[in-house]
C-alpha cells in the first residue's frame, strides 16, 4: 500500500475507526499522489518568472483557444473554460454550493461536513461511492422501489449484495420498520451501505416530519448495536417538495448522530436546475472529525484522478455563474411551480375516480414522477400496447408498476395521457 494512503487511513484510523471499517479494499489503498497536479498548483503560488509545469497551451498570459470555438462562448472568459479545473471541483463553485445547502438545510447550520467535491454529476458521484466502500458481497440496502442503475453501480461494477425491503407500509408511508430489519438482517456482517433517495425515483414520495424523525430514530438504533453505516442520501430531485414532506435532506438530520454513521450526499445541478448535460454533481461527507473529511476527500479525489481526472470546466463555470445570478432564485421558482402545478392536476385527475377499475397510485408529494399500480394487467404489456397504439410512453417496473414522469407532459395535456393510458388498460382487460 502506497504510504500516502497507509498515512491517511492512519488519520481516519485515530479519529474514528468505525469508518475506517467501512472502507472497501480499494476505499483503503486509494490517495492523491504528490505528483504533477501538486508541483502545478505549487507552481502556479510560486512560478513568477515562468511557470513550465502546467499540461496545456497558452499564449499571452491566456489558455491557447480556437477562436471558433470561443466565437460561440462569447459570453465566457477562456480561463473559466479552457484550462483543467481542479480535481476537487472549481473553489468559488464548491463554496457557494455549500452555502446553499447550508440555505436550503437549516438543520446543517450546526453539523460537520465536508466541503463539497466537484463530480460528473451524480451516477459519478454514487460511483465513486460504491468504489470508497463496497467489497464483493458488502450489502447495499436498499427499497423495492428505486432507480435501476443502482444495480450496475453497486452490484455489477462492485459486487454489492441488494438487501431490499417494501418501499411503502400497508398505510402508505415510508417503511422505517423495514429498513430497520433489513439492516438489522446483515448485523452479523458488521457494516451496510443504506441508500435513500427521496424525492425518489420513481415513485414521487419523500417522508413527512416524523417519517423522517422515526428514519433517523432507526439509524441510531442500528449504529448502537454495533453496525457501521454508510447511508448515502440521493438527491438528485432535491427542491422539487410540493405538499407537506421535509423541504430539506435527510443527510442534514443524519449527518453526524453517530460515530458508526457516515453520512454522504450526492447532489448536483443535474435536475434541481434542468441542466441534465451539463454532468455537474457533489459528493459531501459528514464527519465530526476534520482530519477524516480530509482523509476522505484525499481519497475521492484518488479515485477522480485515476478514472476522469477533473470535471468539464465550462459546465462548471455555467452552473457557477448561475448560481451567481440574481435571477436564478426567481427562474427556479417558476419552473418550480409549473412542475407543481403539474403533479397537483396528476393528482386531481387519478382522485375524481374515472380510473378507479384500472388502477390505484403509489402516494406521491415531490419530484418528476408518480407510479400506478396496475389491477390485473401487466405493466410491460400495457407499455408496449401504449407505445404500439397510441403512441404513448411511459416505464413498466415490474409486474403491475407503471411510471409516469409528469415532468415531461404538459399541464393541459396530462387528462388526455391519463384518458390514453386508461384506455389501454380497457384494451387489453377485456
Ligand atoms: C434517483 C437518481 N439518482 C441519480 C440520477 C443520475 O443523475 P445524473 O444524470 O446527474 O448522473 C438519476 C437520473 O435519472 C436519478 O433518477
Redesign the pocket.
Known sequence: MHEIAQDLNREILQENPHIHDLLSELGKNLYFPKGILTQSAEAKQKAHVYNATIGIATEQDQPMFLPLIQETLSGYDPKDLYPYAPPAGKPELRQLWREKMISDNPSLRDKSFSNPIVTN????G?SIIADLIIDENDPLVLPDKI?G?YNLIFGVRRGAKNITFPFYTKEGTFNTTGMKEALLSKKDHGKAILLL?FP??PTGYSPNEQEATEIVDALKEVAQQGMNLAVVT?D??FGLFYENSIKESLFARIANIHPRVLAIK?D?A??EDYV?GF?V?FITYACEHPAVLNALEKKTLGIMRGTISSVSHPSQTFVLKALQSPDFQTQKQEKFEVLRKRACKVKQLLDQGKYRDAWDYYPFNSGYFMCLKLKGVQAEVLRNHLLEQYGVGVISLGERDVRIAFSSVEEQNLEQLFDLIYQGFKDLSV
Open positions: 454529476a451524480l451516477t459519478h454514487l432507480w442503475n433517495n425518489n425515483n440521493d438528485a430531485y450526492i448536483g443535474t435536475k441534465w454532468r454533481g
